[in-house]
């Protein structure tokens, strides 16, 4: 992985609660989306252990170190704090002894609280690390969430991609990014879309300028990520190529290794992209949901051909 998460960016995602604030965690960072609970190596087992995760106590290992005697504790939190740890959380508001947190600040390693469950807390930072360390590639198109269907609308410059995205954010749906998309890579099955920083909510429109969609159609208007699941790319109408008329055939895309569906949608005067765009969502969830448009109708005229022989 070549970029981190800040640990300062972790405590305020996750509403930690610092216990060692003399610890400086300015440059400090986390790089390995995954966490551990350190039940075998508070029991002197070390080996393979991964230290550059974030160590999560919760009631097991709380309870466990109740039973060791003062040295044996003593001798384990040496142990266990002098491995680069990036820092050790606490669950449930388990509470910290005195002398671990001492011994941390010695260390220079963080500790924190969270009121959260144990499993309900790992569920929900390694979801959220998992996205924030995927691996990320930035494109040039527009996203937009129609009817829950994540829809990358790709295409030349000036060839009219905000303005479809205006259109169906006037008819209900949302924008996540207009003009640059980050896409990120969380499995092998999805692709997470979001906008960068300084562009988020704004629409460049060629003519009027910057449109803050969030302002001027309120909250219900956007979002912050979507996963990607179409792709249309917008092409300017040409009487030479072949464009398919059935959709029997599925075409693709790539993005980082894996594959989404794509159609080519050719412009033309009077052809109103935004209700393209949503049927397209629409036929892609009925997709999904086991219906295919396309191969029922070829079903019928099978169907049809097969009477008129017999």
Same mark, same amino acid.
């Given at each position: 992985m070549e970029h981190g998460i800040k640990l300062k960016e972790i405590v305020e995602k996750m509403d930690l609660k610092n216990l060692t604030p003399e610890v400086d965690m300015t440059e400090r960072e986390v790089n390995v989306p995954d966490i551990n609970r350190p039940a075998l190596q508070l029991t002197g087992y070390f080996d393979h252990f991964d230290s550059e995760r974030v160590q999560i106590i919760g009631f097991v290992e709380y309870t466990y170190l109740q039973t060791l005697t003062y040295d044996e504790k003593m001798k384990m939190y040496d142990t266990f704090l002098s491995h680069p740890i990036p820092c050790v959380i606490f669950c449930r508001n388990l509470e910290p002894e005195p002398e671990l947190l001492e011994k941390a600040v010695q260390q220079n390693i963080p500790i924190f609280r969270t009121a959260k469950q144990t499993s309900d807390f790992m569920a929900e930072i390694i979801r959220w690390m998992n996205v924030k360390l995927a691996p990320c590639i930035s494109i040039h198109g527009v996203l937009v969430d129609v009817y829950g269907v994540g829809v990358l609308i790709m295409g030349e410059?000036?060839?009219?991609?905000?303005? +479809? /995205?205006? &259109? *169906?954010? #006037? @008819?209900?749906?949302?924008?996540?990014?207009?003009?640059?998309?980050?896409?990120?890579?969380?499995?092998?099955?999805?692709?997470?879309?979001?906008?960068?920083?300084?562009?988020?909510h704004f629409i460049e429109l060629r003519g009027i300028g910057i449109v803050d969609v969030k302002s001027m159609f309120g909250v219900q208007s956007v979002r912050e990520t979507q996963n990607i699941d179409l792709v249309i790319t917008l092409e300017d109408w040409s009487?030479?190529?072949e464009y398919d008329r059935l959709g029997l055939e599925e075409e693709y895309t790539e993005f980082l290794g894996n594959k989404v569906v794509c159609h080519s949608i050719p412009i033309r005067p009077g052809r109103n992209l935004a209700i393209i765009v949503e049927s397209a969502a629409v036929n892609h969830r009925?997709?999904?949901?086991?219906?295919? +448009? /396309?191969? &029922? *109708?070829? #079903? @019928?005229v099978q169907e049809n051909l097969a009477k008129r022989k017999g």
């Open positions: 410059s000036g060839i009219g991609k905000s303005e +479809a /995205a205006l &259109e *169906l954010i #006037k @008819r209900g749906h949302r924008l996540v990014t207009d003009d640059v998309v980050e896409i990120r890579k969380v499995s092998d099955d999805t692709l997470v879309g979001s906008a960068p920083d300084i562009t988020r009487r030479e190529k009925q997709k999904q949901m086991g219906y295919n +448009a /396309a191969q &029922e *109708l070829y #079903k @019928r």
